[in-house]
């Protein structure tokens, strides 16, 4: 079905929403990689030293971003962006806000990876701050100005591409704020917060845009018969308060990281311990 057409039902429930619409683009990696996680759990919990690393609420919520993953994009609002900004865009927010970090914090700990070769060289550059940074703000910024989105929405890219830009970008902050490989991310607390509260500016940048606008940006959705009965304007403002309020919980985040790193400073090289006067023995008995 293309993201083009218009659907038959204008008023779906969530129960419609959520019908099995298979997208194999999505379905397959994501079988893999969930296989995969689940088969090496498995085999880690045999042992105590694997249960200490690899606890089961870490597997609990892996497997939730899974699930999530799974009804984000293999459902039928997959196939309803050119009726609905706003279910589109909580689409995109649920694959940039909520999975990412459930399957980030699903990485069990102690994980042995070394910088300088292999895989681990590979993450510690993919894991760059700057690198992660840049290649999220473009996600955000190109496909949220109305060329690109509307590019995106003509040519069809944007049931598939975005969300699996969104979702990759995404994993890339997540990974830096949260950082589950501290063998290859040598961040401290203070540069994630910091990071956190510039990967979180061109969100709301965008969201303060698509809410006080007084039209509609996008030329696809001018004059879009739009679910639920709202306007294309409306949508466009739906959609707006929807990044603000997913983006909230990671500033948040940072804004913590940011008060532990002040903290630290403080404790470690603050004001100076004022000086106790040196203790004086008591004369001893005369000899």
């Keep these: 079905m293309s993201i ?6 204008l008023n779906p429930t969530l129960g419609d929403l959520l019908t099995l619409h298979a997208d194999p683009l999505f379905l397959v990696p994501t079988l893999l990689v969930a296989g995969a996680y689940f088969w090496r759990f498995a085999q880690a919990r045999r042992t105590p030293e694997g249960r200490a690393r690899w606890p089961w609420w870490r597997a609990v919520l892996f497997g ?53 070769r292999g895989l681990g060289r590979v993450l510690n550059l993919l894991l760059d701050p700057w690198l992660a940074l840049a290649v999220w703000s473009a996600v955000i910024i190109y496909w949220n100005v109305p060329a690109g ?33 501290p063998a290859v991310q040598a961040a ?31 030329t696809p959705y001018v004059n879009a018969l739009c679910l639920w009965n709202l306007t294309p304007l409306q949508n466009q403002q739906w959609s707006g308060w929807i990044m603000m309020m997913a983006g909230l919980p990671a500033l948040g985040l940072a804004l913590v990281q940011l008060m532990g790193w002040l903290i630290q400073l403080s404790e470690g090289q603050g004001m100076p311990r004022s ?13």
């Excluded at 589109?88 to 300088?116: F, H, K, N, T």
């Design 4 to 9: 083009l057409a218009a659907p038959s039902n």
């Design 64 to 116: 939730t971003g899974t699930v999530l993953l799974l009804l984000t994009t293999q459902s039928l609002a997959a196939t309803l962006t050119q009726s609905s900004m706003a279910l589109y865009m909580g689409r995109l927010m649920i694959l940039a806000e909520v999975v990412p970090p459930l399957l980030v914090l699903g990485i069990p700990r102690g994980v042995q990876l070394s910088p300088r």
């Design 149 to 181: 989105f509307n590019a995106s929405v003509v040519t069809n890219t944007a049931a598939a591409l975005l969300p699996a830009l969104y979702l990759l970008s995404s994993l890339l902050v997540w990974a830096v704020i949260l950082r589950p490989l």
């Design 188 to 218: 401290t607390i203070g540069s994630r917060g910091w990071f956190g509260l510039l990967a979180g500016l061109p969100m709301m940048a965008v969201a303060a845009v698509w809410l006080y606008s007084p039209r509609v940006l996008y």
């Design 275 to 287: 000086e106790q006067p040196p203790k004086t023995q008591p004369p001893g008995p005369p000899a």
